[in-house]
């Protein structure tokens, strides 16, 4: 398959269009997404090749619109509903967590929701605590959705693509400092299968386990860790956490005996609660040590720039909690 350069919201743009091409039940709608393009401009063309029928601008009206896609998705659309903010899921939060995730399993399977809830989150760009918040471990708590976080274009396109055509509810989260992000995409159709890990980097001293923008400070610190300590670090990027791909990280966690979790979200209560504790389980008799996590500060996200540089996990904190967990 060849591939070509492309930046991160632009490979979820070719996704879309794709999707929206091969077939006519796919329809997106959110706030600013028509002539605008939407704020991240990730829509951008869409509403000039597919109309106003199938690029639909809402208004500011989060729970009516998440509402109005349940409904389609009900009676066999496929919905994609774009979501400005993740922290403004909340506003939407009745309509997702108590009707799209429960819907298939109160009808006893005679409704299906099959809707994509895109969206961005975190930090970045001096948004503030109300406009940056990762919230991604709220959604994995409910049972319900299939949960994707990708951290390269390729695995944007693919897992977007996926996720429109599954049966069932969606949240496909994206990262505002991604948008940018270029690397070599596929061209054409490509899906990604959720549940399925990215071993990003092979070693054989520890396991580092992350997603979305997390992956950069992730990958920048396994080779802080190979230059500076001759420690090879295993990276893996989950891709999805909902499935969580338990095979690749049980196996790594086995063959390496120290793991770390990574994400910018609030640590307590975070994904790397989550994984750290199910993966004790699995690999109890062969850790070397417990299961570190690394996560944002248990703080509201500052605006101020340099305030908010303090709050990102660093690569040199990976290093360290890395030293600290192979006791050097």
Partial sequence: MSARELPYREAIREAIQIEMQRDPDVFIMGEDIGSYGGIYKVTKGLYE?????????????EAGFVGAAIGAAMVGKRPIVELMFMDFSLVAADQILNQAGKQRFMSGDDFRVPMTIRTQQGAGGGVGAQ???????LFMHIPGFAIALPSTAADAK????????????????EHKTLYAEKDPVPEGEYLIPFGQAAIRTEGSDITLIS????????????????ANHGINAEVIDLRTIVPVDWATLT????KTGHGIVIHEAHRRGGVGAEIAAELTQRTWGTLAAPIARIGGLDIPIPFS????????????????????TLKK
């Fill in 251 to 254: 196996a790594s966690v086995m």
């Fill in 158 to 173: 693919g897992l977007m693509a996926t996720a429109i055509r599954m049966d069932d509810p969606t949240m496909f989260i």
């Fill in 305 to 324: 720039p340099s305030l908010e540089a303090v709050w990102h996990i660093q690569p040199e904190d990976i290093v360290n909690t890395a030293l600290r």
């Fill in 211 to 226: 997603y979305s923008a997390s992956m950069l400070p992730t990958l920048k610190a396994a080779e802080l860790l190979k």
């Fill in 131 to 137: 406009h940056g918040q990762s919230l991604e471990a």
């Fill in 49 to 61: 090749e597919f109309g106003a029928e199938r690029v639909m601008d809402t208004p500011i009206s």
